[in-house]
Nanobody, 125 residues
Framework: QVQLVESGGGLVQAGGSLRLSCAAS????????MGWFRHAPGKEQEFVAA????????YYASSVKGRFTISRDNAKNTMYLQMNSLKPEDTAVYSC??????????????????WGQGTQVTVSS
């Protein structure tokens, strides 16, 4: 099992920026596909972004494309989510996820094995 710890959440005004980090345990981080999901009150958890093993391929939800950027540093066992032009509707708990055997649709929760506890992002209007 891979331990994942998110950080970087907080309260920000609309139009502002935040950078989330996800630190992973173990020595095989470069072999995992990684993703970000979010869960807003009263809504189902939804896909935000995902990144391939080397970072060469990225995927985004249409609602965040052009505003959010996913990246990873395999030397530091860390994944990032740079969030710009934040909107109140981005308010949610953001969780990172790890697919130890990357396969299938990167946007589907069931294709991920391990999850972090999440970090709260609140965007005020």
């Amino acid at each position: 099992q891979v331990q994942l710890v998110e950080s970087g959440g907080g309260l920000v005004q609309a139009g502002g920026s935040l950078r989330l980090s996800c630190a992973a345990s173990g020595r095989a981080f470069s072999m995992y596909r990684m993703g970000w999901f979010r869960h807003a009150p009263g809504k189902e958890q939804e896909f935000v972004a995902a990144i391939s093993l080397s970072g060469g391929v990225t995927y985004y939800a249409s609602s965040v494309k052009g505003r959010f950027t996913i990246s990873r540093d395999n030397a530091k066992n860390t994944m990032y989510l740079q969030m710009n032009s934040l909107k109140p509707e981005d308010t949610a708990v953001y969780s990172c996820a790890c697919a130890r055997t990357p396969s299938g649709d990167a946007t589907r929760q069931y294709n991920y094995d391990d999850w972090g506890q999440g970090t709260q992002v609140t965007v005020s209007s």
